[in-house]
């Protein structure tokens, strides 16, 4: 608030003003109330008479803590009067030091939640329970998420509290509450509006990241839509567990209370929270007991508790050894068990440095190694490892001190575990827990269930499954170099679910005779999606018009290339410009002057071209040229041509001893500045394709004749991925030109919502052979330092590639063109929740969405009903601060703060009060309240008639009681200030209408007052100890008379009135003859400077030099007080003092001291806004 108020530091997400209403105790009670939410009854104290009546009042037990606690330090629960006296006597008491005591609900159970919303809208919960009662702190409890044992009532009442603090808060971000429930009913603990600890084990649980979520809408970005916002349905069950470090710190009690102990925390997953939670405990250093457990409960009701579960380790053949009592308990309920003597005798310290050491009799067990004359104690037992666990519930589990200053047999029992590292469960329900989950582990070893346990701690996004529309795959005729598997093998290892295949095979696919034999032979073996493409000759153009559709595309090859399909002459090009389909595209490999020549012929025809491979500059800027001229073109370019040049090839022919065949590949590779110019040109590129073209080693090997053509379809991810990472290009346009552009360029049908690669984007890995999938067994990339990998492929639903396996079955992949007249959208790609955002959307997406935020209307601009009132002033007159009680006062603040509220957030507010009109009779000069009413008045839809007594017909003579009455039939309210005591009160005796006092000369200003108390309450959030110091002229302020009045309502909240001003200026006497008849202290000051360190709020006035008779006396007292930042360092801080002052000032508050926190004046007058709009909505709304 500091930082916001003093240089309007911009936050993003929950406003300042909402954090604080959450952190300020006695605001969030108010709201809690407001919106009838139960609470536990609390109070904060100073003094030990008041902290010993109120737990008097509420009954014992009580959580006392001071009034800022960090992770539960010093918090206590004290059941009886003798430990509230220790308490307060070890921490101490004072108004500075105060204590907050709030009942303790004993046998309830906490609950955690962790949530996010936008705009106060929850779009995010997550429901965690603790498994031990209320009592034991959230970082020391064991937590389950999600719930396990609430019904649906209790669930829908979880709802209605975080929706509604949500609301009332205006939550844009995350936010946590703790809940306490007992007998169905809910109570809230507190509200932070942060992250908690508990969001990473809820956001693993679910597998869904919680923070994400918020921090696009801190960034202004809608957030997406989930099916279960709740998260109350999951396969996976979360429970975490406390990680504590009691060995280390000696002597220390190691029981859980109130108070945070742990030092980590570890979480588990299982199908249920039983697996779970032994997971969780065996990932600590729990040991599962193998045969003998020590057992010592110390009250009845939790040995009556706990009978099922002692029987259950009976059955499950544990031997069990327990301490008189509770032996004695069970051996009556039925269950056998050994029974030990803890006697308690007076003996020299044993080697761990324990007085006092425990004898025992030896039961039945096998523990009696012993005889009766050197009986060994427990401190041997347990060094021994005789018991494989401990389980001790002591008589008071919650509200321990760290160190036992009383030795009992318990604590003595509870340490010797903890130093000889035996397991120890010191809670009821931890034990049921833990009990029941050995019941169904029943002695076997806890399985690790992939699905379950395992979640990548690496950042993984999900794209849509990529095209690659230009692959040479060698089948039929070469399947030595490549075949139909080994290819689609390598295109799903590369990310992409969808090749378009080229028809320069042997035979070439020229002909149906081909195709029909293709088809077969892709249908049978492919492992992902395809689509073929026809080969165009010099005599077949209008043989294949027919079979065109079962095609994506035409391929015509105008330069040499590796097969015997290229056409020579422009005559054959034109016959199939004019046979070909016009909605088949046409893709023709063209470089150079044949560029030009093609596209010369595609304006001819006014059809579309798609120019394959483009590879050098001129070609780039030709195509950039064409399409700036209105061109149908299109391009492609391989991830070779954007990454190698003829300068960088010395890691190809390093591996490969210096064989220029493995460089050589159609069109060539280029210079560097040709490379450079196809990054430059990015925009004009719409697809990357590989030309994925393989020949083997041996082939390449060829020094007379090697074949041309590259391997790529297994690294084009990876290197556009670090193209990403270096800057080079978006994932926008990695999506755009891989799947977006290539799906509408070919017509491609949708593969579906369940086709999708995930790609871990932070994987550093160097490119080798070793990984290939391809026959080639070689590619050019070879040696390159890569970031990012394919880590799995998903088609229709079926992973068909994980961690470097393709899993995918012969005949997986489907002919895409027979899929055509399905949907042909292009879907929305939903990333995964980890996705980092500036990854997620390109900068005009993250725009569109920011406007779309801030500016489209939708349901969150509709204007919010006005909270109900019960409105015991309609109608009336405000005069006076002494006719409004508690009550009236409490519903025009209620109103105030939501129409506060609702400024803040740049909320429409209902204009409740169309059609009335409001009347202005300022007889004085006034700004803020004039202003403020005008403005109020028209913020609810009102209108204003405004009266200037310098141009009315008072000037004429007519008395004020004829204009008043003229007024009041044109009005609904009226509003006068006048410079005579009792003027108001006349005005009022005629007026029809409410009639609102604005200033009566030096008698009073109630909506003045009002405000004040309004900005106190605000700022500090409660009147309870406040010492009030009134600065100035007091005797002539009609705001300081009003606010003194006022503040008697308060009378019970053991304020103080400090007077300050000259003996001349004093405080009238009928007004601190009202403040005393009310119980309320007041004291006279001339000097400022003894009272300013304990004043709570400072409430300056001008000394007014009118209301002087000369000159000299006003001189004598104008400046005997000023505020200045050197004087305010005697003063309390911000958070706990403000100053206030009713405006117009002279120079009695320095400008300069106008950024300081504690300069509420400027709030105060803001204040005066929300404060008339509820007087008048409360006065003349129906």
């Not at 303790?104 to 705009?119: G, R, Y």
């Not at 399985?447 to 701690?457: G, P, Q, T």
């Not at 909605?583 to 071209?609: D, F, G, K």
Request: aromatic share 8%; net charge negative; proline share 4%.
């Amino acid at each position: 608030m500091d930082l916001h108020r003093q240089r309007h530091v911009n936050v993003l997400g929950t406003l300042p003003e909402s954090i604080d209403a959450a952190e300020n105790r006695f605001k969030f009670s108010r709201l809690l109330d407001e919106n009838n939410i139960r609470q536990p009854k609390w109070k904060e104290l100073c003094n030990f008479n008041g902290a010993s009546a109120f737990c008097d009042s509420v009954g014992y037990p009580c959580l006392v803590r001071p009034s800022y606690v960090l992770s539960g330090a010093a918090m206590r629960i004290v059941y009886n009067a003798k430990d509230l006296k220790a308490y307060l006597s070890e921490h101490g008491l004072s108004k500075e030091y105060p204590v907050v005591i709030s009942k303790f609900i004993l046998d309830a159970k906490e609950l955690d939640i962790d949530a996010v919303a936008w705009n106060g809208q929850v779009v995010r919960l997550a429901i965690s329970e603790h498994v031990e009662n209320a009592g034991v702190h959230s970082g020391d409890a064991t937590l389950v998420t999600p719930p396990q044992d609430l019904n649906e009532d209790t669930i829908k009442k979880i709802q209605f509290i975080c929706f509604s603090v949500a609301k009332a808060l205006q939550i844009s971000g995350p936010f946590n509450m703790q809940l306490i429930a007992k007998d169905n009913e809910l109570k809230v603990i507190e509200c932070n509006v942060r992250v908690s600890r508990s969001f990473p084990f809820v956001s693993k649980t679910f597998d869904h990241d919680f923070i994400a979520v918020a921090t696009q809408i801190l960034v202004g970005l809608e957030p997406e839509t989930v099916d279960d916002p709740l998260f109350l349905h999951s396969a996976r069950i979360g429970v975490k567990v406390p990680q504590f470090s009691f060995s280390r710190l000696s002597g220390a009690e190691v029981l859980r209370g109130v108070e945070m102990m742990s030092t980590g925390e570890v979480a588990c997953f299982g199908t249920d929270r039983f697996t779970a939670y032994l997971k969780a405990l065996i990932s600590t250093g729990y040991r599962i007991p193998k045969k003998n457990i020590l057992v010592s409960i110390g009250s009845y009701k939790a040995k009556q508790e706990l009978l099922t579960a002692i029987r259950t380790l009976i059955e499950l053949g544990y031997e069990l050894y327990a301490s008189i009592g509770t032996a004695d308990f069970f051996e009556a309920n039925n269950i056998n068990i050994n029974p030990i003597d803890w006697k308690y005798e007076e003996t020299e310290t044993n080697s761990n440095g324990y007085g006092n050491g425990y004898e025992y009799t030896n039961g039945d067990g096998d523990l009696g190694a012993a005889d009766n004359t050197t009986q060994r104690t427990i401190a041997d037992y347990l060094a021994t490892g005789s018991f494989d666990l401990v389980i001790n519930i002591p008589m008071r589990s919650a509200g321990v001190a760290h160190a036992s200053s009383f030795v009992t047999q318990g604590y003595r029992c509870r340490r010797l575990a903890t130093d000889y590292s035996v397991p120890l469960i010191t809670d009821v329900k931890c034990v049921k827990l833990f009990v029941e989950a050995l019941r169904r582990l029943n002695n076997q070893e806890s399985k690790v269930d992939m699905s379950i346990d395992c979640i990548s701690a690496t950042t993984l996004i999900r794209l849509p499954g990529l095209i690659d529309c230009h692959v040479h795959l060698r089948e039929p005729g070469d399947e030595h170099k490549e075949d139909i598997v080994s290819g689609t093998g390598s295109a799903l290892a590369g990310g992409i679910t969808m090749v378009l295949t080229m028809p320069n095979t042997k035979p070439a696919l020229t002909n149906e005779t081909v195709l029909d034999m293709t088809e077969k032979l892709y249908e049978k073996k492919a492992l992902c999606d395809y689509g073929l493409f026809m080969g165009a000759t010099i005599d077949n153009a209008k043989a294949i018009v027919d079979i065109a559709h079962r095609c994506v595309g035409l391929k015509m090859y105008l330069n040499t290339t590796f097969g015997d399909l290229k056409l020579d002459n422009m005559e054959s090009w034109m016959k199939h410009f004019e046979t070909w389909p016009s909605n088949i595209p046409i893709v023709a490999h063209a470089e150079n002057q044949t560029v030009a020549s093609i596209l010369c012929l595609a304006e001819i025809y006014s059809r579309s071209v798609h120019i394959a491979h483009v590879a050098c500059r001129d070609e780039i800027l030709l195509i950039r040229a064409a399409k700036n001229k209105g061109l149908l073109v299109t391009c492609e370019v391989t991830p070779h041509h954007l990454f190698l040049h003829r300068d960088n090839t010395q890691g190809i022919l390093k591996a490969h001893g210096h064989m220029k065949g493995f460089c050589h590949v159609k069109p060539e590779l280029q210079t560097s500045d040709d490379c450079k110019a196809l990054w430059d040109n990015m925009d004009v590129i719409d697809c990357i394709a590989t030309d994925h073209a393989p020949h083997t080693l041996d082939e390449k090997s060829n020094k007379e004749n090697p074949p041309p053509g590259f391997t790529g379809l297994q690294t084009v991810l990876p290197l556009l991925l670090t193209a990403v990472h270096d800057g080079k290009l978006t994932m926008d346009q990695l999506i755009e030109k891989m799947y977006t552009n290539p799906k509408r360029i070919f017509n491609l049908p949708d593969q579906g919502e369940d086709t999708f690669i995930e790609v871990d984007m932070e994987r550093r890995w160097t490119v080798d052979d070793e990984s290939l999938f391809t026959k080639a067994a070689w590619t050019p990339f070879i040696g390159m330092m890569l970031r990012g990998a394919v880590h799995r492929v998903v088609l229709r639903g079926e992973v068909v590639f994980v961690d470097g396996q393709v899993l995918a079955e012969q005949g997986t992949g489907r002919n895409i063109v027979q899929l055509r007249g399905e949907s042909n959208h292009v879907k929305k790609i939903k990333a995964a929740q980890n996705l980092v955002l500036e990854k997620k959307y390109s900068p005009h997406e993250i725009e569109r969405k920011r406007q779309r935020y801030i500016s489209e209307p939708g349901v969150l601009d509709k204007p919010e009903a006005i909270p109900k009132i019960a409105a015991s002033l309609a109608k009336h007159h405000i005069l006076s601060s002494l006719q409004l009680n508690r009550v009236q006062c409490r519903e025009i603040f209620t109103l105030a703060h939501f129409y506060r509220n609702a400024q803040l957030h740049h909320r429409p507010i209902e204009p409740i009060l169309a059609g009335k009109i409001l009347s202005h009779m300022f007889f004085e000069p006034s700004t803020r309240t004039q202003c403020s009413f005008t403005a109020a008045m028209l913020r609810l839809g009102g209108s204003v008639i405004p009266f200037d007594s310098q141009l009315s017909s008072i000037k004429k003579g007519e008395s004020l009681e004829d204009s008043v009455r003229m007024l009041m039939s044109y009005s609904d309210a009226i509003v006068i200030r006048h410079p005579e005591v009792g003027v108001v009160q006349r005005v009022a005796d005629i007026s029809r209408v409410p009639v609102i006092n604005a200033g009566d000369g030096i008698g009073e200003h109630p909506t003045q007052a009002l405000l004040d108390v309004f900005t106190i309450r605000e700022e500090i959030g409660t009147f309870n100890g406040l010492t009030i110091t009134m600065v100035g002229d007091l005797k002539h302020g009609r705001t300081v008379h009003s606010l003194a009045k006022l503040l008697t309502i308060y009378s019970d909240k053991s304020i103080t009135l400090n007077y300050v001003s000259p003996p001349s200026l004093a405080m009238p006497q009928d007004v601190m003859s009202c403040v005393s008849a009310a119980g309320i202290p007041q004291k006279l000051y001339t000097s400022l400077d003894e009272i300013l360190p304990d004043t709570d709020v400072l409430y300056m006035t001008r000394i007014q030099k009118e209301r002087f008779t000369s000159e000299t006396e006003y001189e004598k007292v104008c400046d005997l007080y000023k505020i200045t930042p050197k004087f305010m360092r005697k003063a309390k801080k911000h958070g706990k003092m403000i100053v206030m002052h009713p405006l117009p000032r002279l120079d009695e508050v320095s400008t300069a001291f106008d950024i300081d926190p504690r300069a509420a004046y400027f709030r105060q007058a803001e204040n005066g806004l929300y404060i008339r709009m509820a007087i008048l909505t409360i006065l003349l709304s129906k």
